[in-house]
Nanobody
Framework: QVRLVESGGGLVQPGGSLRLSCAAS????????VAWFRQVPGKAREGVSC????????NYVASVKGRFTISRDNAKNTVYLQMNSLNIGDTAVYYC???????????????????????WGQGTQVTVSS
């Protein structure tokens, strides 16, 4: 059974850090494009970051560049999102998604689309508040 499980969310003060994990079971993540999306109530799901299947490309939405870092540990079949200098605007449910298709790879070079990803986790809440 293909499964993605996110963890690491929580409550943090502005300026703080969190590291989200996306652990896969039932398949090997290493050749998949893996992306992080986030969503707040009433708004569309937004692509935040992605890492290509070969790890040759990493992409970030402008609002998190320089603050967030995506990485992959193939031995643990896990992708991470290190989030530093968090601000209130980062509050959302964060989802990881994976796909080995061409459109996910293309999207990782430009604009991420949730429609290009077939496997999703259940989400983890990140709340930035003083």
């Amino acid at each position: 059974q293909v499964r993605l499980v996110e963890s690491g969310g929580g409550l943090v003060q502005p300026g703080g850090s969190l590291r989200l994990s996306c652990a896969a079971s039932g398949f090997a993540l290493k050749n998949y494009v893996v992306a992080w999306f986030r969503q707040v109530p009433g708004k569309a799901r937004e692509g935040v970051s992605c890492i290509s299947g070969s790890d040759s490309k990493k992409n970030y939405v402008a609002s998190v560049k320089g603050r967030f870092t995506i990485s992959r540990d193939n031995a643990k079949n896990t992708v991470y999102l290190q989030m530093n200098s968090l601000n209130i605007g980062d509050t959302a449910v964060y989802y990881c998604a994976a796909d080995d298709g061409m459109w996910a790879e293309i999207g990782c070079e430009g604009t991420l689309s949730k429609d290009d990803f077939g496997s999703w986790g259940q989400g983890t809440q990140v709340t930035v508040s003083s």
